[in-house]
């Protein structure tokens, strides 16, 4: 089985976040709770619904990650670059994305 974490777009900004293992949503990719079993992204699939439904975050998915050298890589590039940052300026304390993240 493929290594899955659940990501989110925060309901106040729009910024993506991942859920931690505090059950609580992190701006860092890198800080997020890692589900290696599918009870496990179950367990995932049934907070994010609960986030959801309590208005916390927005597009919820579980995301497939590979982890190298101790650091978290997902799988899709459009999940590198919302883990990295947008590829422009988007908010105030936001920079773009690293490039060499994203082609990875």
């Avoid at 659940?6 to 589900?35: K, M």
């Avoid at 597009?59 to 497939?64: G, S």
């Amino acid at each position: 089985m493929v290594d899955k974490v659940l990501t989110a777009n925060r309901l106040t900004d729009g910024i993506a976040v991942w859920l931690n293992a505090d059950d609580e949503w992190t701006t860092s990719l890198q800080e997020a709770l890692v589900a290696r079993h599918a009870e496990a992204v179950a367990a995932l699939e049934a907070i994010g619904k609960k986030s959801y439904a309590d208005n916390k975050v927005v597009d919820v998915n579980v995301i497939e990650v590979q982890e190298t050298n101790g650091i978290l890589w997902p799988l899709r590039l459009r999940e590198r670059i919302r883990a990295q940052g947008p590829t422009m300026e988007y908010a105030p304390g936001y920079a773009p994305a690293d490039p060499e993240f994203i082609d990875a």
